[in-house]
């Protein structure tokens, strides 16, 4: 054998080309800790496991599309001023939840059994679908009752996430986890956007369905879980650390709160970074993270491992998961809006109909997704995370950089075959570098490290949002005040109408392309539309009007978007690669 084909254990002990460490168990055995897991028995644990994480990853998404059938349903407008609270919290509120909890759950998971918490968070997500089905009142209140439901479905969503990880690993010897955790992460990732072809379809027949679904599924699953799953892995009984979780949870939320106003609009400014209440959200959020990291330090049994970080395929594996992250997140955001605020309706298409046809419209990215994360997956059980992971990210960065050089009214098989090069990338660095990750763990502490793993992921989409959605407001603020009212004035709105709207913050044009919404018949009062001629109203509530004026200001927008998303990406290719060669931990 090559000495280029030889890894080292964290103990010194060779590691085949194959990953099967010299003292490991067979292909078809459990990982070798704690327990022997039949064959069969892991092919359960894989379907079981990826049911959960696929039903938690579309319910963080469902709701885009649907969000206009919702908030009809409870009788409420997101466009009135000082509703945008609600529109924000039940899109964050769930991705916020799940990020805070994600850690202590799967430590929780190493004391007292993977299994068990999985169970639970399955029982409590399913749950809180039903209590979301029967929302029965409407304005603020009903919004309120969602908010709650929706955080509650995150709680039970982090049990999931934290857990199912630790599961397969277990579950799996450690030639053959790339593929497993392969199918498991991917089928995490594709959910997020198979949520959006649900809530397109769901919403529309009952608001109410885009909740429902969940709940047989969730039953299902739930029970199955219960009766088939079992713990294989080794625990770590333990105290738990209380002052430990309470800051992490206190920092990470007054610091996701802070990210979530901040692109709110503040007094005369289009964005909230300048507000008093966001700096001292961001400013007490960091000083209390900091504090967390130094009790960390000094705890007797810690929930943040901090000396998992002293292994490098884990620390670089878990940096390159919050970059790719980071640069993934909001782009969901930008193609809905792109495709829902311009080219669907320049294209014929309502702005009702725009939410399913953008979902569907994104399909090319999943089918990337789902082809790549299997294949790479299994490869990387033989060659190592580390030319996947990193090719997937340049081929990710290479995508976004061609996405950036198209018109706004571009060609769909163009964009289409750009958006599934993008799956391809992402989906092909995803794999390998979740198995990379969970590979170098040690077996104790794998609910633990595939928990903060996932902390990292999910408060990076968060922060990605906020990013994402900054850099677009400062593009569209460059010139969307002058367009709108151009355009306004030349179609009859008066001069002092046209200027109100168009001072609008630009939060408010965005949320109007995003939720499907008429724009122009949102934003503009009745009274004033009413007074125009009846050839300037159709022209002004046309399917063509917003989309055209909005191009220009929307590609600045864009483009800072995408240099963003191109530089993250390859960032997290240079630290994926960072990561060293092949590396299993001894006792895997």
Sequence with gaps: MRS??????????????????????????GGGDGGVADDRYKWVALFNVTLGVLMATIDSSIMLIAMPDIFRGIKLNPLVPGNSFYLLWMILGFLVVSSVLVVSLGRLGDMFGRVKMYNLGFLVYTLSSLVLTVDW?????????????RIAQGVGAAFVIANSAAILTDAFPSNQRGLALGINNIAGISGSFIGLILGGLL??????LVFLISVPIGALGTVWAYTKLRDTGIRRPSSIDWWGNTTFAVGLILVMIGITYGIEPYGHDTMGWTSPRVDIELGLGVAILAAFALIERRAENPMFRLP???????????????????????????????LQGIWLPEHGYSFTRTPLWAGIYMLPLTAGFLLAGPVSGYLSDRYGARPFATGGMIAAAVSFFALEQLPID???????????????????????????????????DRGAGGGMNSTFQNSAQVLSIGIFFTLMIIGLSSSLTASLTNGLVS???????????????PVSVLFAAFLGYNPVKTLVPPKALAAVSKANYSALTGRSFFSHLISKPFSNGLHEAFLFAIIACLVAAAASWSRGKRY???AS
């Design 4 to 29: 280029a084909d030889i890894e080292t254990h964290h103990s010194g002990a060779p590691l085949d080309k194959g990953g099967g460490a010299d003292k490991g168990g067979p292909v078809g055995k």
């Design 137 to 149: 009142m409407t304005g603020p209140d009903g919004a309120i009752w969602l908010i709650v439901g």
């Design 203 to 208: 919403g529309p027949i009952e608001w109410r």
């Design 308 to 338: 998992l970080f002293r292994i490098k395929a884990f620390t670089f594996g878990t940096l390159s998961t919050f970059l790719s992250a980071v640069g993934r997140g909001g782009l969901m955001f930008m193609l809905i809006i792109w």
């Design 410 to 444: 571009f060609s769909y098989p163009i964009f289409g075959a750009l958006l599934f090069l993008n799956g391809l990338g992402m989906g092909a660095f995803a794999a390998p570098n979740r198995a990379g990750v969970m590979n170098s763990l040690p077996p104790s």
């Design 491 to 505: 179609h009859g709105v008066d001069a002092a109408t046209a200027s109100q709207v168009a001072h609008l913050p």
């Design 584 to 586: 299993v931990h001894e």
